[in-house]
């Protein structure tokens, strides 16, 4: 799950990191009253969405005085802010941050994150801090230090020094950034993050540390022991039908493609969709139903695959094991009686109650496209769509 900056920094504060006075606005009227509050200029208005790249977008300003705080914030409120992370089409922005502008002598990149691989915490940092991050971890990977951490072990004073001499901290500056970074890996391990950026992390020229930027997000499947966090959750971020899917437990991610998928496992619907794009086609979703899925949540996930305008057809791609085929050919035939199917459907089944699922299908009067193997169920559905 994913929050907004403000939001990050409300969670920052509660771990004594230090980050800029500022408050949220809805309006430019509001901004300009936070503003006020801030007693000097000049200050920063930054758009609130769920991506990266903002300050390139446009969605970042500073102000420098209560005019330009108006008129910035009436541009940024209500525009449609496109970054490299939110696609072509952009996404709105509802509110702003206004904070107080600092005297900046040296941006920082700092990050922690988990490395799969390694089964280790990973805390990234790197003197090249900034708009250009992207560009410094593609073209100059070795100006980024990375200083893994055994969880069961914990963050150690070798780990703080080893983060603060790769970023050529002055001696000023070391002992309250080891503050800082004790802080940040402690909530990202209560809170369950998935990930924990700052870019900027900014050296003042008082020599103060001070989270500029902040983005967090959250592991989905640790959100039950966090009913403080879930309540950050904003649903005008996220995609309306991964919205929808999220009330009856899917697996669905909306995509770009033509091709609906219907699998169960997450491995098997990774690799669904790569067989798909190989035969020439593209998938529209990804959608995981899961082991243990019931003929309601079959049914609503077909529900959902179907309301996505952008499908020309539907691969069912099941391996009944925990969900039998049975199960799932009585979902799709009800969710079919409900919605009416006008795409096309290729079905591949095989497992437990197979034949009994194919029969299922058989006798419902749709007009089912059966496929031998998984190859062939892609080849079958990209011929159709095209």
């Known amino acids: 799950m994913k929050i907004h900056e403000y939001q990050a920094k409300e969670l920052f504060k509660k771990y004594a990191v230090p980050v800029p006075q ?3 606005a809805f309006t430019a009227d509001e901004a300009v009253a936070v503003a006020k509050k801030l007693g000097g200029y000049p200050v920063v208005v930054k758009a609130q969405i769920h991506a990266g790249g903002r300050g390139k977008g446009g969605g970042v ?52 994150i ?15 801090g900034g708009m250009d991050i992207e560009a410094v971890a593609a073209e100059t990977p070795e100006k980024i230090i990375k200083v893994p951490v055994n969880p069961q072990q914990g963050l150690q004073p070798y780990h703080c020094r080893a983060v603060a001499f790769g970023l050529n901290l002055s001696p000023a500056v ?28 900014v050296i003042t020229a008082e020599e103060t540390v001070m989270a500029l930027d902040a983005k967090v997000n959250f592991d989905d499947n640790a959100l039950f022991r966090h009913t403080d966090i879930q309540e950050y959750r904003d649903l005008d971020e996220e995609d309306p039908l991964e919205v929808e899917a999220s009330k009856f437990n ?55 695959i179907l309301s996505d305008p952008n499908v020309k057809g539907i691969l069912i791609n099941i391996f ?11 979902g799709v035939v009800e969710a079919a009686k409900k919605t009416g199917i006008k795409v096309p459907v290729v079905v591949r089944m095989e497992g437990t109650n ?25 080849q079958k559905i990209a011929e159709v769509v095209q």
Do not use: W
């Open 61 to 112: 300003k500073l102000a420098q005085s209560v005019d330009e705080v108006h008129s910035i914030a009436a541009e940024i409120i209500g525009m449609n802010l496109v970054t490299h992370q939110t696609g072509a089409d952009g996404q709105r922005v509802k509110k702003v941050l206004v904070e107080q502008g600092l005297n900046i002598a040296k941006e920082l990149y700092l990050s922690i």
């Open 250 to 304: 899917l697996n669905y991610i909306n995509l770009d493609g033509n091709v609906g998928n219907m699998v169960n496992g997450a491995g098997l619907a990774m690799a669904t969709m790569d067989i798909i794009k190989q035969a020439g086609a593209e998938p529209a979703n990804f959608l995981d139903v899961g082991g243990g899925a019931s003929a309601e949540m079959v049914e609503n996930g077909f529900r959902i």
């Open 354 to 378: 197979v034949e009994a699922g194919r029969q299922i299908l058989a006798k419902s009067g749709l007009n089912l496209i059966t496929a031998a193997d998984l190859k062939d169920a892609a």
């Open 22 to 24: 500022g408050g949220i």
């Open 114 to 128: 988990p490395d799969r691989s390694t089964a280790q915490i990973v805390i990234m940092a790197s003197e090249a």
């Open 174 to 201: 070391i002992k309250p950034f080891v503050a800082m970074l004790k802080s940040l890996y402690r909530l990202f391990i209560e809170a369950d993050c998935s990930l924990l950026e700052i870019n900027p992390l």
């Open 320 to 330: 009944g094991g925990i969900l039998r085929c049975d199960v799932l050919a009585n």
